[in-house]
Each structure stands twice: as C-alpha cells, then as structure tokens.
C-alpha cells in the first residue's frame, strides 16, 4: 500500500525522464513525524553523488511542534539508501551522459518512506513549448469529442 506525501511538480515540466527507480531515505523520528503531518516540500530537490553515497538536497522538512531540541536542520542533506552498485551505476551516467537525478514523489511504503527518483536530461525552452503546445491540442480534442 502506497501513500503519497508529496510531488515535484517542477521535474516532469524541466526534465526529461528515462528511468525511475525506488530509493529509502534516512530520516530522524521528529523528521518523519513532521512528513507525517504534511509538511515536506521537495519542489527545488536533487541528488548529488558524494564520497561513494547519495544525497537528497534541498529537501524542506519543516521542524516539529513538539520536537523542541530534537529538530534538525529543516534543509539538511539527507542520505539516500541504495546499494553500492546502483550508485556506481548512477555516478557513471551522471558523468558520461550529463543526466540528473531528480526526485519525483515521496510516500509510505509498508510505513516506510520512500523517494522515486528519476534519471533525466534537461530540457531547452523549445521543448518545454512543444509539451505544452501538445497538451493544448489533447485538451481541445477531447473536448471537441466530448461534446459530440
């Protein structure tokens, strides 16, 4: 059972997405009961490979109420949890093929919080055009059709 806590909007509309996988990430317990109550935003994130280990930065996790000196950062790096292959895996492509790792999603996972993070290229402006031109133009198809 999934349940899904927040989205970035931003990634599908800047990036080309080839590929998504599955990644934990490590959290405090004031941490996950502030993205428990909603307030996470992961609209500006990505992931950066360092010394052997994934980071998600830019993640905003607001400070619980009731955590008093147990909040962290609310912009801290948080580690991501994968196998050492598939960061090798990961650091190569970044490194050869210029992709990025954008998060997509963050939800619960058999109440286990998990990030989908997808590969993706950038997009030029004249791109980003013609998604929303093709957008526009199965909007006006279907309503032509709906009103048939």
Avoid at 14 to 30: K, Q, R, S
């Amino acid at each position: 059972m999934e349940k899904i806590i927040a989205k970035n909007p931003t990634a599908r509309h800047n990036y080309n997405i080839t590929d998504i996988f599955e990644a934990g990430i490590e959290l405090t317990g004031t941490e996950i009961k502030s993205i428990r109550n909603g307030k996470v935003n992961i609209k500006d994130t990505y992931v950066m490979i360092k010394n052997g280990e994934a980071y998600i930065l830019g993640m905003h996790i607001s400070p619980y109420e009731q955590g008093n000196i147990f909040n962290k950062d609310p912009l801290r790096d948080r580690k991501l949890l994968l196998h050492k292959k598939e960061i090798f895996k990961f650091y190569g492509m970044i490194k050869q093929k210029s992709v990025s790792l954008v998060p997509l999603t963050l939800y619960f996972k058999n109440s286990k919080i998990k990030v989908e993070v997808g590969i993706g290229k950038g997009k030029k402006l004249y791109d980003k055009r013609e998604d929303i031109a093709k957008r526009d133009a199965e909007m006006k198809i279907s309503r032509a059709l709906k009103n048939l």
